[in-house]
Antibody
Framework: EVQLVESGGGLIQPGGSLRLSCAASGFTFSSHWMHWVRQAPGKGLVWVSRISTDERKLHYADSVKGRFIISRDNAKNTLYLQMNRLTVEDTAVYYC????????????WGQGTLVTVSS | DVVMTQSPLTLPVTLGQPASISCRSSQSLVHSDGNTYLNWFQQRPGQSPRRLIYKVSNRDSGVPDRFSGSGSGTDFTLKISRVEAEDVGVYYCMQGTHWPWTFGQGIKVEIK
């Protein structure tokens, strides 16, 4: 069974940094592109970032480009999102999701971790 | 970016009756490879999203066959043949044809 477990969320002041992790199991992590998607409180889903299997291809939404860094450790089956210069607009539940190769889709999602940016 | 527009924003439904959710894209979702990458996700209250349908009409394993997807080009529909209580939640369409991938704003399905 595919499992994705996010961690690292919490309360952080504006301008601060936070690193999210997503521990994957139940599938061959190194064979799948991975994504981060976020959802502000009471709002819809917004794609944030994705990373290729070998980390050579990284993509970001314009809203986080230059501030967030996606990475992965295939030996540890873990996906990361380093978030810098956080603003109140970054407050959201952050989900990691597994790519579905050949379907341009998000096949499996974690339970999410809440990031609250507030002074 | 491709704008995905869903309607209606809230859909009151009667148990046992059919329901239909519409999703429109601002550009054709036919990819240069010939595929149409349109997905449907369900988010039950307090839960993370769960994919129901990919590539317009392919149902995920474990998804009840009362859910079906259809459409082409810029117009797509998710249908629930007979609504059950467990279907309450928010339904999102998402396009994976154009970069960046974008979601609709979500349709809240509630029981009348």
């Amino acid at each position: 069974e595919v499992q994705l477990v996010e961690s690292g969320g919490g309360l952080i002041q504006p301008g601060g940094s936070l690193r999210l992790s997503c521990a994957a199991s139940g599938f061959t992590f190194s064979s799948h592109w991975m994504h981060w998607v976020r959802q502000a409180p009471g709002k819809g889903l917004v794609w944030v970032s994705r990373i290729s299997t070998d980390e050579r291809k990284l993509h970001y939404a314009d809203s986080v480009k230059g501030r967030f860094i996606i990475s992965r450790d295939n030996a540890k089956n873990t996906l990361y999102l380093q978030m810098n210069r956080l603003t109140v607009e970054d407050t959201a539940v952050y989900y990691c999701a597994r790519d579905h190769y050949g379907a341009n889709s998000l096949a499996s999602w974690g339970q999410g971790t809440l990031v609250t940016v507030s002074s | 970016d491709v704008v995905m527009t869903q309607s209606p924003l809230t859909l009151p439904v009667t148990l046992g009756q059919p329901a239909s959710i519409s999703c429109r894209s601002s550009q054709s979702l036919v990819h240069s490879d010939g595929n149409t990458y349109l997905n449907w996700f369900q988010q039950r209250p307090g839960q993370s999203p769960r994919r129901l349908i990919y590539k317009v009409s392919n149902r995920d394993s474990g998804v009840p066959d009362r859910f079906s997807g259809s459409g082409s080009g810029t117009d797509f529909t998710l249908k629930i043949s007979r609504v059950e209580a467990e279907d309450v939640g928010v339904y999102y369409c998402m396009q994976g044809t154009h970069w960046p991938w974008t979601f609709g704003q979500g349709i809240k399905v509630e029981i009348k």
